[in-house]
């Protein structure tokens, strides 16, 4: 795998060809390879790239990278949801034996037997149990809306963590969501359902393929766009 140093910090990066955007994104999550997406370069090319972004990349793996326990949820903290950020009420009640979580129209709440401020480590399990109910109740019926709307069939849709970042189709023709779609606005959730649906026919990100997104979703760029952003991407 490709690295530079830039300064004092090493840079590892992964390029992913990816003919349907215009740019090229650069993605930082916590524990992997700096993500460097677009039209297919030459590592020449990708390095002058990541080199570019080098300063930013050296903040947002520091951020990302550093310790979650430095972190707490506390009233007045935000958590997403389809899209929003929404005001969080983190509520003391020892009567608990662990913390819970529920959201109402308007807010998350969570209550914590041990003091009105929570780990951030300890929420996220939490909030991806919510993700995950939420997306058997909402995301798959909007499957089978696509499905009806394209013509296009699935073997099967499911909800489950896996490494793809939000979504995959395997080669059964079985579709798979990870919990944190629910993350991400309803129109990115639906682009995503129908990316998936299209690798019905096509498995490739082809020419073909890309014709068939636009087919059935013409503001497809847009949502893709959108995606990109969603996962922290850094356009070039």
Known sequence: MPRLQYGKTIIEWQF?????LKRHYVTVE????????????ELP?????????????REKLFLVNK????????TGSRLRYCGRSYFTEIRHVNTLATPRLAFTASRFVVECPWGNSIAHEVVVPLLEIFYHERAEEKL??????WER???LKAAGARIRHFESRWASCDAANVLQFHPKVMELP?????????????HTLEKNHTKAFWSLVAQVMPGWRREHEALERAAD???I
């Open 16 to 20: 992913q060809p990816d003919g349907g």
């Open 30 to 41: 916590r524990g992997r390879p700096v993500l460097l997406r677009g039209p297919w370069v």
């Open 45 to 57: 090319q990708q390095e002058a790239m990541v080199r570019q972004r080098g300063r930013w990349i």
């Open 67 to 74: 310790s979650l326990a430095e972190d707490a949820v506390v």
């Open 140 to 145: 798959l019926p909007r499957v089978r809306y």
């Open 149 to 151: 709307e394209t013509g």
């Open 186 to 198: 309803g129109s990115v959730q639906d682009y995503i359902i129908v990316h998936e649906l299209c």
């Open 233 to 235: 991407g850094n356009a």
